[in-house]
């Protein structure tokens, strides 16, 4: 008998992109992983990785589980996991993550909250949710 190894569709990783020439005003959900090398004007919520490409432009609020920035992005970003800058990355704003790689030359203009700094401030968070 022959046997799928296949996942179901639903399981499966997703992957999108936003290739240069393309710009995007409004909010973006993802379900999975996100490559911009266009331009992102909203915000993004991605359950997967975010990836900004060197010519790649992201404003707004965003939140993701990675993140890996050559491009630029001007606003609020959340990662829950791990940050990496490359050289080239330019970023503007406040950044809320739990680990943080930047490589010589990329450019942070703003204020970061990493480590265990940002998992008192998301406790503080749900407590006064909870409370409210």
């Not at 990836?51 to 001007?74: D, F, P, S, T, Y």
């Not at 930047?102 to 407590?127: F, H, Q, W, Y």
């Amino acid at each position: 008998m022959i046997s799928s190894t296949k996942k179901p569709t639903e399981q499966a990783q997703v992957s999108n992109r936003i290739l240069a020439g393309t710009i995007i005003t409004g909010d973006v959900v993802s379900d999975g992983d996100i490559r911009v090398d266009g331009k992102v004007v909203g915000n993004m919520q991605v359950t997967g990785k975010l990836v900004i490409g060197e010519n790649g432009r992201v404003e707004g609020e965003v939140a993701c589980k990675n993140a890996a920035i050559a491009g630029q992005l001007e606003g609020t970003l959340k990662v829950d996991q791990t940050l990496s800058l490359t050289a080239s990355a330019k970023l503007q704003g406040q950044v809320q993550v739990e680990k943080l790689a930047v490589e010589p030359g990329a450019e942070i203009n703003g204020s970061v909250l990493m480590g265990t700094v940002m998992r008192k401030v998301n406790e503080a968070v749900k407590d006064s949710a909870q409370s409210a």
